[in-house]
């Protein structure tokens, strides 16, 4: 199976623009959970997704959001960039069995903003 | 809420000696652990997961980490350390009640001496 891919994988913007990033599930999954990795914060969770329905949310400004498709793809959207938003933004995803419990994590989209 | 631990930001080990990578959690009741491995540029890699049952538990490229309820532990593991193993790792904790998102730790960062 292909594992989580994620698009684009590099990114510049510059503060006050908005963007969006894509992730593609490992096939047959439907959760898709989505974290901010940067040198200060870590790892922090920002949302998951399950069925195109919003399960679980991190505490993050409403500046981020997100959406689900049918075919559980998801995006993300950070709108009105800041410089502290720079990260490497981590899409997961989890076929969402009730015996297992594991996470699949994608390569991740390096964000730059100037 | 519940909080990762790692309380060493920096080893060093020579190839070929053991490695210990220390893990302390902070839940309520017994949750779900887990190790990632990161590489530089890279994604999450799943090492292993503790769900419930042998508290000792084996994980890919020789890893094991054994859950230690009275001391709120989740330490990694590995006889003999290769050079290939140098990355950053992670440990994660998840509750059972809040779906995917999961708790990670600051990260350790291991270096491998030839």
């Known amino acids: 199976k292909a594992g989580v891919t994620q698009t684009p994988r590099y990114l510049i913007k510059t503060r006050g623009q908005q963007v969006t990033l894509s992730c593609s599930p490992i096939s047959g999954h439907r959760s898709v959970s989505w974290y901010q990795q940067t040198p200060g914060q870590g790892l922090q969770f920002l949302f998951e997704?399950?069925?195109?329905?919003?399960?679980n949310k991190g505490n993050f400004p409403g500046r981020f959001s997100g959406r689900q498709f049918s075919n559980s793809r998801s995006e993300m959207n950070v709108s009105t960039l800041e410089l502290g938003d720079s990260a490497l933004y981590l899409c997961?995803?989890?076929?969402?069995?009730?015996?297992?419990?594991?996470?699949?994590f994608g390569p991740g989209t390096r964000l730059t903003v100037t | 809420a519940q909080s990762v631990t790692q309380p060493d930001i920096h080893i060093t080990v020579s190839e070929g000696a053991s490695l210990e990578l220390r893990c302390n959690y902070s839940y309520g009741a017994t949750p779900y652990l887990f190790w990632y491995v990161q590489s530089p540029g890279q994604g999450l890699q799943l090492l292993l997961k503790?769900?419930?049952?042998?508290?000792l538990v084996q994980g890919i490229k020789g890893f094991e980490a054994e859950f230690k309820r009275s001391q709120s532990s989740f330490n990694l593991r590995k006889p003999s350390v290769h050079w290939s193993d140098a990355a950053e790792y992670f440990c994660?904790?998840?509750?059972?009640?809040?779906?995917?998102?999961?708790?990670f730790g600051g990260g350790t960062r291991l270096m491998v001496k030839p």
């Open positions: 994660a904790v998840g509750a059972r009640n809040a779906g995917n998102m999961l708790t």
């Open positions: 503790y769900f419930s049952g042998d508290t």
């Open positions: 997704y399950f069925s195109e329905t919003q399960r």
């Open positions: 997961a995803s989890r076929q969402d069995s009730a015996a297992g419990y594991e996470q699949y």
